[in-house]
């Protein structure tokens, strides 16, 4: 069964197709592990060994293309770029006006992160990056939502005692909380969307239907779940 699943994999991805030259990945290179811009001024993480893969194994020219998140699905639309791989967690509002390809990352749980373990997030101040579906939740709560342009301001924003804490993906305040002795980690998280899948036009259904093969591929193969773990993304499939 395995071997007839990977051939048709296999003969999907060898499908030809009337695609553009060049693919170009939009992302927002502000929100590691699953994005950033290294050393040396390029895209980074583990969006970036991702997106490569995927397009080795689609037999796809692919480039790099960075985006304010605030502004990333209107200019895929509008056709800046052609696909997003920015992190981006699959929800029915963002469903209505972009497709998603099948999820490369399980639900990664939220945490909040605070200077006090002891912190009331319930009722406070909590930060979150505007358009984000922590954003939506904490709307959704008894809390007071402040929004922020980038995950850094968020960051910024309780070290300078503007909000009590910051709900967002656990991966990307882990290490943060690791690094600074003036943060902690909540003991509380809260599951929320359908995992992290690739945007594209809904028009482009060819491509959809590649990436979501070449997705499969990794998925049957075991290496998806191999670099979920390499950068510590979250569970596994």
Do not use: H
């Amino acid at each position: 069964m395995k071997k007839l699943l990977l051939t048709t994999t296999a003969l999907a991805l060898s499908a030809s197709f009337a695609l553009a030259d060049t693919v170009r990945l939009g992302t927002e290179g502000a929100y590691p592990p699953y994005n950033f811009i290294n050393d040396k001024g390029e895209v980074d993480g583990f969006e970036r060994e991702l997106g490569d893969e995927l397009c080795k194994r689609a037999s796809l020219t692919c480039e790099w293309v960075t985006n304010d998140w605030d502004s990333i699905i209107p200019n895929l639309v509008s056709g800046n770029y052609d696909v997003i791989i920015a992190g981006m967690s699959i929800t029915d509002e963002r469903d209505q006006v972009i497709d998603f390809t099948q999820n490369y990352t399980q639900p990664d749980p939220s945490a909040y992160i605070a200077s006090s373990a002891d912190v009331d997030v319930n009722g406070g101040v909590i930060a979150a990056q505007s358009g984000t579906i922590q954003a939506s939740y904490v709307a959704s709560t008894g809390a007071k939502l402040v929004e922020y342009a980038t995950p850094e301001e968020t960051i910024a924003a309780v070290r300078n005692g503007e909000a009590d804490a910051v709900l967002a993906d656990r991966a990307y305040l882990a290490p943060i909380a690791d690094e600074d002795d003036g943060l902690v980690l909540v003991d509380q998280l809260v599951v929320i969307g359908g995992g992290v899948g690739l945007g594209v036009r809904e028009s482009d259904t060819e491509l959809k239907a590649t990436l979501d093969a070449a997705i499969q591929s990794m998925k049957d193969d075991g290496s998806l779940n191999a670099m979920i773990q390499k950068w510590d993304i979250g569970l596994t499939f």
